[in-house]
């Protein structure tokens, strides 16, 4: 496999924020790449959050690329498991773990579900 590109996300990853990072993670995948989605910084991740995942891992393959998830989250696992996506995923623990034996580009990262590129930054958005 060719280099892997890192997509952090941040907060919550739910019904409301999931089309955004699906719109922003689609065509990330680059043939022959790794795309890898950092779940790590997640606050909350729901059954929308796992179907990103999907959707990710279908682009993946489609584009002849693969798809790593690092998550360190009990919670996030347990979901995984009881809707035995786990094996599927095979999440790891750390971020080095996962880029093992690849060279990374530069981290896209999702604040509040939001892609914007690591020079900039925002904040999730408040629910109050």
Do not use: K
């Amino acid at each position: 496999m060719g280099p892997a590109t890192v997509v952090e996300l941040r907060g919550e990853i739910d019904i409301l924020t999931a089309p955004v990072v699906r719109r922003h993670s689609q065509h990330l995948a680059e043939p022959e790449a790794v795309l890898l989605i950092d779940l790590r910084p997640v606050t909350f991740f729901d059954c929308s959050g796992l179907e990103v995942l999907l959707d990710a891992h279908l682009q993946a393959v489609m584009g002849r690329a693969r798809l790593e998830v690092v998550c360190d989250n009990a919670r996030i696992l347990d979901l995984m498991t009881t809707t035995r996506t786990r094996t599927l995923f095979q999440p790891t623990a750390t971020l080095a773990e996962a880029l093992a034996g690849q060279s990374a580009l530069p981290v896209d990262r999702a604040v509040g579900a939001r892609a914007v590129p690591c020079q900039r930054s925002c904040r999730a958005p408040s629910r109050r």
